[in-house]
């Protein structure tokens, strides 16, 4: 029973990957077939209904395209401007997706950006709309061509959905609880990846059918006039002016107070030591200066007798006479 049923998913697993080629594959054929067979019936109509129609008026159907887009424009109210654009949108049967308001200040402009989600049929009459909501600066518009992805998606969830619908008819007849185990399992992941695959395809399919624009609104920058206009205006001016600068130099030296401590309690340190070191300097001069001079008095107290000599030997040589 085990081979067996190894052996059907296998043979279900080569026939879904066939599906899902063929499924791939077949939208081109189909379509040149239905255009075929649609070409024979208009020709067997009495009425002739393809004779109605222009060569090129018929539409590809397999055609999917995203648009988005940004505009700029410049306006006196910028806040006004986004609620008038928000009213058109919503007119259109579109909605904002997202909105960011600055009603500006201090000389800044004004400034509000919308993101608008508008029906891609009703685009072109929106964009007119709102290139009258003020003077368009800037503005470009792209488009992505997204049917082979739609296509490769629709056929994926077919082929998802027909896998998830014979993995449950096999586990209604499953005996073997390690067979009930893998069908559970493999029917699990399918489901995840078939959600996965439902939620890409809804997110596609919205954004072809809405468009993305980013509208922003500015206002005109008028720069403020900052000269005095009178005398008492220069006055004021000089006034604020004499108090800014008494308040920014009050608070550098509160900032620089702390640091200004420290340097002074470094520079009494420094004085200190260095008062102290000529003080321990100067203590033996005097002993030495007491010591010069008991040296300079012994000579100063014998120095008169070389002058007496002179004298008496004069008054002996003076005697014999």
């Known amino acids: 029973m085990r ?19 063929t499924a791939m594959g077949g939208s081109s054929g189909g379509s040149s077939g239905d255009s075929s067979s649609s070409e024979v019936q208009s020709g067997q109509d009495a009425g002739g209904a393809a004779d109605d129609q222009a060569p090129g ?63 891609a049929d009703d685009l072109e009459d929106a964009r007119a ?40 008819e096999w586990l209604g007849t499953a005996q073997k609880t390690s067979d009930l185990i893998e069908l559970e399992q493999a029917i699990s992941e399918r489901q995840s990846e078939l959600e996965s695959l439902t939620a890409q395809k809804r997110d596609l399919d ?11 609104f500015m206002s005109v920058y008028v720069p403020q006039t900052t000269a005095p206009q009178n005398p008492l205006e220069a006055i004021a001016a000089g006034w604020s002016a004499f108090v800014s600068f008494w308040s920014a130099t009050g608070i550098a030296l509160a900032f620089l107070l702390p640091w200004l401590v420290v340097v002074a309690v470094i520079v009494l340190v420094v004085l200190w030591i260095v008062r102290r070191r000529r003080g321990s300097a100067s203590a033996p001069a005097p002993a030495a200066e007491a010591g010069a001079a008991a040296d300079a008095g012994a000579p100063a107290a014998s120095a008169p007798a070389p002058a007496g000599a002179p004298a008496e030997s004069q008054e002996q040589h003076d005697a014999p006479r």
């Open 57 to 119: 008026a018929v539409e590809d159907k397999d055609s999917a395209v995203v648009t988005t887009g940004r505009m700029l424009l410049t306006t006196d109210d910028p806040l006004a401007a986004a609620d008038d654009a928000t009213k058109i949108a919503v007119d259109a049967g579109g909605r904002v997706d997202a909105r960011n308001d600055n009603a500006g200040g201090d000389g800044a402009a004004a400034q509000a950006e919308v993101v608008l989600r508008i029906p």
């Open 3 to 21: 081979r067996g049923l190894v052996t059907v998913v296998l043979l279900s697993a080569l026939m879904i990957g066939t599906a899902g080629c």
């Open 129 to 168: 709309a709102l290139k009258k909501l003020g003077e368009l600066e800037e503005t470009s518009f792209s488009a992505e061509e997204v049917g082979a992805t739609q296509r490769d998606l629709d056929a994926r969830i077919t082929t998802l959905r027909t896998s998830i619908a014979r993995y449950t």
């Open 206 to 216: 919205d954004r072809v059918a809405m468009a993305t624009v980013t509208v922003t």
